[in-house]
């Protein structure tokens, strides 16, 4: 998970920046409609809405926008999509196992993006149940580092069911079971910890170490298959070494 941490913090700094801004902002306005269509409007008692929100507004979408998807969501203002979740599975270059995990309103819109940008970067689909088996559902939260020491996040979780503390460079990442993602949330906030972002993602279990041109080869891939809307989350168990990641970023 690490290489793919940390080339997905360099790049969520660029993305804040660039053309893709547009996309990135899409995709978490979608989030926080989907959050509250689920969980109801009410933010205290929809820690899934709390969490898309907080996301959203660590990357700086308007708060108006933010509103908006929330009446969207909960139904009260017209004009949501009935978005569902549908997960691909699939392996990149170097026999990288891959997850795509898509929110659409259109199956067979997101299929065929999902099978192009697969087939056109190195990549085949696979049957249902033939990669997801390398994962586990994590929770996964997101600590800028500042001045805080790996001690104290590590301190503040450790009695929420927080199981590891990873150090990314310039934040730390806190893994957790899923189910116990809120409570380490919440034990950061009674520190006084901010966090970027608290959300369930897949882990996976056993990673493939890449090279410079299998890393560059795997982050093409990734790169084409989220810059479909219908893609929310690419998760992939590569790992790229500090050097190999220094020689890509250049």
């Known amino acids: 998970m690490s290489g793919h941490s940390k080339w997905a913090t360099t790049k969520h700094k660029k993305a804040v920046i660039d053309a893709k801004r547009g996309k990135l902002f899409a995709k978490l306005i979608k989030n926080i409609e989907v959050a509250a ?6 933010v205290d008692g929809n820690p899934t809405l709390y969490d898309a929100i907080q996301k959203a507004k660590k990357s700086s979408v308007p708060n108006k926008n933010i509103d908006s998807a ?6 009260l203002e017209a004009g949501g999509a009935d978005y569902e979740t549908i997960m691909y599975e699939g392996y990149g270059p170097n026999g990288v196992a891959v997850l795509i995990e898509c929110l659409t309103d259109n199956r067979n819109r997101a299929a065929s993006d999902v099978r192009v940008a697969m087939t056109r970067n190195g990549g ?23 001045e805080l020491s790996e001690d104290d996040v590590l301190g503040a979780v450790l009695d929420a069911g927080a199981e590891e503390v990873n150090d990314l460079g310039e934040n730390f990442e806190v893994i957790s079971e899923a189910t116990d993602m809120v409570a380490v949330r ?7 910890i901010d966090y970027d972002s608290a959300e369930a993602n897949f882990v996976p279990t056993m990673q493939v170490e890449l090279d410079e041109e299998g890393a560059r080869k795997i982050f093409k891939l990734i790169d084409a298959l989220e810059d479909s809307d219908d893609v929310q989350n690419v998760f992939a168990n590569f790992d790229v070494s500090d050097e190999v990641m220094a020689k890509v970023d250049a």
């Open 70 to 75: 929330v009446k969207r969501g909960a139904g």
């Open 37 to 42: 269509r689920t969980g109801g409007a009410d």
């Open 124 to 146: 085949s689909m696979a049957d249902p149940g033939s990669v997801s088996y390398l994962f586990n559902r994590k929770g996964v939260v997101i600590v800028p580092k500042g």
């Open 186 to 192: 919440t034990a950061l906030q009674k520190e006084g």
